[in-house]
């Protein structure tokens, strides 16, 4: 049986990955209400931002989270076959970093990603992550560091530390003028308990939010 520690960190990371899942999709949603004529420059800020995200969510899960949940799962075929969906996330994500949404198939291109990244994160939330509970075989705080180290400097590396760190300012801004409530909803922000790092957020659904009102 994993140690009540080790089991506290292997939870916080699989609700870290789920938080992740939740910012995504909320991407994906909200740019299922955009038009890509009218509303291109928004429909690309969140394209990229979600791309951006869906890199760093996959290169975490590839190198730290996937080899430990081999050690430690019963069936570790299901980290192959979530490693085959991350080649297929990836290479629309090439295809869209060569687009515009001047591009007849650009919104249509980020709905399939939607539509292949739902299916991961079914599989993920559903078969992977409840088979690792109880299961020894990794060293799940070591592997928490790591991953939260690396998440950082992965954010920085792509500017999105910085975007954060905008975003909360703009957070409290609003807060404080009593109009954040509906913003930040949209955005799906949120900050680390561990050390109040902020963590990045759909932020073009945020300003959508906003001219609408």
């Not at 140690?3 to 960190?9: F, G, K, T, V, Y």
């Not at 916080?12 to 509303?39: C, M």
């Not at 690792?132 to 939260?148: D, F, I, T």
């Amino acid at each position: 049986m994993a140690s009540r520690n080790n089991s506290a960190a292997r939870n916080e990371i699989i609700e870290e990955l789920k938080e992740d899942h939740k910012r995504v999709r909320a991407a994906f949603r909200a740019a299922e209400k955009l038009d890509a004529e009218e509303d291109g420059e928004e429909l690309k800020e969140i394209v990229d931002q979600t791309c951006a995200e869906l890199e760093i969510h996959a290169q975490l899960e590839e190198e730290l989270f996937y080899p430990a949940a081999r050690e430690a799962l019963k069936e570790p075929d299901l980290v192959d076959e979530a490693e085959v969906e991350h080649n297929s996330a990836k290479a629309l994500i090439a295809q869209l970093r060569e687009m515009s949404p001047e591009d007849e198939k650009y919104a249509a291109t980020f709905k399939v990603l939607g539509e292949y990244v739902n299916h991961h994160i079914k599989e993920e939330e559903n078969e992977m992550f409840p088979g690792l509970q109880g299961r020894s075989g990794a060293e799940w705080e070591q592997v928490q560091q790591q991953m939260e180290t690396r998440r950082e400097h992965l954010m920085s590396e792509m500017g999105l530390m910085q975007k954060a760190d905008e975003a909360n300012e703009t957070d409290e801004e609003e807060a404080s003028e009593g109009t954040g409530s509906r913003a930040g909803a949209a955005r799906g922000g949120r900050s680390s308990s561990r050390g109040g790092r902020a963590e990045e957020r759909p932020q073009a659904a945020g300003r959508r939010e906003k001219t609408k009102k």
